[in-house]
């Protein structure tokens, strides 16, 4: 582990920017994903015997030969390029169709190349912004696809009411922890519902301190994170938890209303605070390595990863199988917002309508039905590109301990539902900055406020 650790600092060192996997995106100047879909997942259930059901799996039996015909596909979930590509290969070769899957970290530019040049990816993983804002213009209309009876109407993406996003996967922000390294130095079980509150997180970490873990909160400084995540995720998704309440609060901003007296604003500067202060990259935060940052949970330097699922792929270089993981929620000071997680499909999958032929189009929906449907797609999801999927009918449990506890609190019912709520896809981008500049001491709270008030007289959420 040492030996990794050298080699991702010297990385560090000679890299002008950091790859990092995320929900949306890992470099700092991409847009993450910043839509807000259906949070409530169902739970798992056996395989559909559903009409629609039976009429996909009796017709994956007779595999269609598409002729040697080629499908692109746009990747902007770099964690699962490697698998991806070997789960279309696998769909490709049993339907004579070659995948050209590549992979960008800034789905929406990528897009907007690719229209203009007249050569879209016939297949698309991208934002539910980018259907938000691309789905009636470019994107095939999969209202009537099977899989919308099995998680598709609730958790793929719509625009105008027409469902343009395939869900991929469901991810969830907040606060990524090391179990074990919180029991060796707390002597007792770690259980992250008594910890709800920023004033019971605080003693938590002063306990963690006074015990030897000085610094026990990893920071990342990366656009995607600070103002997609942190930000982004919980000032809107947590004002009731409803889109109402966000639409409202948006509502309220360009109204006049101050920014600074809002209490989820204040819940989440009161948090920041003390991420601030108990961060292991506090002494040159902007400088925070994101590999590093894995390494720090995954061993136990640390205890806590401002983040979300989608680090397993990340982590899992470092970890050795003795220590237990798992995900929670950043603390609230409202009772009624206390132990929820926001849950979403980061993640969904269009077909292009413009260029792609019909051939094409119709092998890019079997491939989908395919993910859903049948056993080797369904394992596929979970157990090669290791998400937490959408769909009622898949019956395999979450492979990584991230993702299994994420799948308790949508289980149990504990997320957040504020659809079909969307941020602007420059939201990140305007804001991250001022989130940066308070992490490093140079902005303060008000500065932030005045910078979200100015943002909202010129845009609206969708």
């Not at 017709?59 to 390029?81: H, R, V, W």
């Not at 029991?183 to 306990?207: C, D, I, M, R």
Request: glycine residues 8%.
């Amino acid at each position: 582990m040492k030996a990794k650790k050298a080699l991702a600092l010297i990385m560090a060192l000679t890299m002008t920017a950091s790859l990092a996997a995320c929900g949306s995106d890992k470099a700092e100047e991409s847009t993450p994903a910043a839509a807000q879909p259906e949070s409530a997942v169902a739970e798992e259930a056996a395989p559909a015997d559903t009409a629609e059901g039976s009429e996909a799996a009796a017709a994956e039996e007779d595999a269609t030969d598409y002729g040697g015909i080629t499908l692109t596909m746009m990747n902007s979930k770099p964690e699962i390029q490697d698998a991806l590509e070997e789960v279309t290969a696998l769909w490709g070769d049993a339907h004579n169709v070659t995948f050209e899957v590549y992979e960008t970290d800034s789905p929406a530019d990528m897009l907007a190349q690719r229209y203009a040049a007249g050569d879209p990816p016939a297949l698309a993983i991208v934002d539910p912004g980018n259907v938000t804002e691309m789905g009636e213009e470019r994107f095939l209309d999969l209202s009537g696809e099977d899989w919308v009876a099995v998680g598709g109407d609730t958790m793929g993406t719509k625009v105008n009411g027409v469902l343009y996003g395939f869900p991929l996967c469901v991810e969830a922000p907040g606060m990524v922890y090391n179990k074990t390294a919180i029991e060796n130095v707390l002597g007792e079980e770690f259980v992250p519902e008594n910890y709800s509150s920023p004033e019971a997180f605080q003693e938590l970490l002063e306990t963690l301190r006074a015990g030897g873990m000085e610094n026990p909160v990893i920071l990342n400084q990366e656009t995607w994170s600070l103002g997609g995540h942190l930000l982004g995720s919980n000032l809107f998704n947590f004002q009731d938890g409803t889109a109402e309440g966000s639409y409202q609060f948006v509502e309220d901003i360009k109204g006049g209303a101050d920014v600074m007296e809002n209490a989820m604003f204040q819940n989440l500067f009161q948090d920041y605070d003390l991420f601030i202060e108990y961060n292991i990259n506090k002494d040159d935060p902007l400088a925070a390595d994101y590999d590093l940052n894995a390494s720090y949970v995954a061993e136990g330097e640390a205890a806590f990863w401002i983040n979300g699922t989608w680090v397993w792929p990340d982590m899992s270089t470092y970890v050795d199988g003795s220590m237990d993981y798992g995900v929670m929620p950043i603390p609230k000071n409202d009772a009624d917002m206390q132990g929820k997680i926001y849950a979403f499909a980061s993640k969904q999958i269009v077909i292009d309508r413009e260029v792609a032929t019909e051939e094409q189009q119709a092998a890019a929906k079997e491939f989908l039905n395919w993910l859903v449907y049948s056993e080797e797609g369904q394992s596929a999801l979970v157990n090669d590109l290791e998400i937490v999927v959408a769909f009622t009918n898949n019956p395999n449990a979450p492979v990584n301990p991230v993702n299994a506890v994420l799948k308790t609190y949508i289980d149990a019912g504990n997320t957040v539902n504020n659809a079909p709520f969307t941020l602007p896809t420059d939201h990140t981008s305007e804001m991250a900055p001022h989130m940066q500049a308070y992490l490093a001491g140079q902005e303060t709270i008000e500065d932030v406020a005045a910078a979200i008030t100015e943002y909202w007289q010129t845009h609206d959420p969708s």
